[in-house]
């Protein structure tokens, strides 16, 4: 898998199904979700004190995403509110 750390806008349905995003100036079909998971950052060290959980909380969300040219399964990461493409593998 390649890794990036590229920003995304992530959209959802009614059901808080992906449904598409956008990054690097391109849109790209879900498919597939493939996996979701969540972990929290460290709320004990200094640079997390006073953080909410909110803050605290890293969704994963993996997804099979058709693009323009092609298909690639996409790891796309959300913190602290912003979703990040972090990985694809073709």
Sequence with gaps: MRR???????EFDEGCQPVRFTAWSR???V?????YWEELLPWWTSENLGADLEELTVRHLRIR???????????????????FVEGVED
Excluded at 4 to 10: D, F, I, L, R, S
């Design 4 to 10: 990036y750390h590229q920003p995304a806008a992530v």
């Design 65 to 83: 995403a058709n693009g323009p040219q092609r298909s690639a399964v996409v790891e796309l990461v959300q913190r602290a509110g912003e979703w």
């Design 27 to 29: 849109t790209y079909v």
């Design 31 to 35: 498919a597939e979700e493939v996996e």
